[in-house]
């Protein structure tokens, strides 16, 4: 046997206790999935199921993973979408989600520093009492935590003004794959030019590099008021130039989102249901533009007539279907739907949504889009829609989900993730890159070097300075060691 793993857990039990430690089926079975497409019959299980509540912890059952040279896999909330919490080698899995304590909150510096398994929404419920939000918002908050959107460094609804983690990030708590515990960053200042900025580098690593504990964050004032608009658009570049438009005139801008024709069925689908029939749609309408504006009431009533000018004026047609405009909000923020009824056309209990997250620059969406139909199409796959989010503060910065509906069987699952390879290449070829959202996970292994070239070898000797065994997350983001990879699958039986 190449791991006693009944020692593995006695000795972990010794370390942490016992009651944080589980090898019975239930358990091992329900960190066999996330949110990723894959096959009815897969079965992917972990040998052993730790959950510590604090850094120290973490780091305990590091160096006895480390010991026993067995791999570790992170886990959340498991609403990743790429696999990425699939623990593909077996091995132990990390559930941080009991590590979720508010260790302060600063209102006279305007951070927070909480336990990385600390969900989103439950942060925003606690900030809200002292006025205060961390406007990282993705539609999954109420499950997926602060760890999990620094390590797969996901998109926000609130991208276009405030950024991703990698703008709230400023300092946080790493044990790495030996179990050394690392303090990075700059504790709460804003800026910085000492040293490396390793704690950016966290951002996006997908647990590979290590477990992120601790992080400070910046959040900032809720604003007073919020309106909500939305606008069809002959073109996607119409609605692009309307948006940029909005932002160069100074308004308050807090999201924006850009939807071609297929994807409005989203949002009309609320609408059939409560009126019988479709909303009215302009013809020749191509593109859909849904924004947001946030500040003071009064700033805010005069930015919106003042957008709706600009909207006007670049051919768009503000939607006076209040419903339609409340439903695509309610998705992306409130989310006080009923979920399946909603959100979605077809019901995620048929098909599952699946994303191609691809980025490219503006001036590249049209041809993204077209290259989209027509890949959909190749792979004999049903289309969902494209919708562009923002996520650089202040400018035009696509974020894409290039979205179809994936169905359960093997054949359909190869299908969705060799259209998801193209695409990224697609993206690449056109100055653009594979993943914004999602992250490279196991899914794009093929396309990294096509990406990424001879720079994927230097982030290989990062990753083996922070993780010189390969146990943390392997076969995530970079291929393994062949003596690894063989390593691991005698292991996993
Ligand atoms: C209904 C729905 C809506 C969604 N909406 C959005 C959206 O609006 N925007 C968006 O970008 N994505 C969205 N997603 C995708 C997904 O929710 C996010 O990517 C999210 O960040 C995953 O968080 P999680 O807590 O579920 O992490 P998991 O799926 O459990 O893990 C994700 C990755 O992070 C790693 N990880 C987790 N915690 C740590 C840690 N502490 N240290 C190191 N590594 C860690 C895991 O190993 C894994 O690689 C959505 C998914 C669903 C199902």
Redesign the pocket.
Known sequence: MLVDWEALKREIADSIGIEKVKSDIVTLAAYSR??SPRPAEELILPHLVVRPESTEEVSEVVKICNKYGVPI?????????????IPFYGGVI?D??G?NKIIEVDTKNYTVTVQ??I?IKALNDELEKYGLWLPH?????P???????????????FGIRWGKMIDHLLSAV?VTGTGDIVRVGYRKAYCSSSGLKLHSL?VG?????????EATLRVVPIPEYRWVDGAFFPSITSAVDAARKMLTAGLPIDAVNINDKYRLKFYTHAYRLKHGHDPEVPEGTEAILFYSLSGDRDVVMFSRDYARKIVESYGGKIIRERDIVESWWKS?HTLKFD?FKQ?WPDS?REKK?GAA?VGVPPGRLEELHKRFVETVEKYGLRILGMNI?NERIGCISP?ISCAVFVGDSEDEVRRFYDYVKEMSRIAVDLDGTSS????D?WRLLDVMDYEHGKALEYMRRVKEIFDPKWI??PG?KFRLPKEIEEKYRRMRG
């Open positions: 996330d949110w896999t992170p886990v959340a909330g498991l609403t990743g979408m790429g696999g990425g919490a990390i941080t989600k590590m990385t398994g969900t918002d993705p539609e999954s908050k499950t997926s935590t602060v760890g999990a959107a620094i390590a797969c460094d996901n998109d926000s609804t790493i966290l690593s997908e647990g590979t590099l290590g477990i992120i504990t992306k979920p959100k995620q949504f997250d989010y974020s914004t959202y999602i992250g996970t943390m997350n995530k």
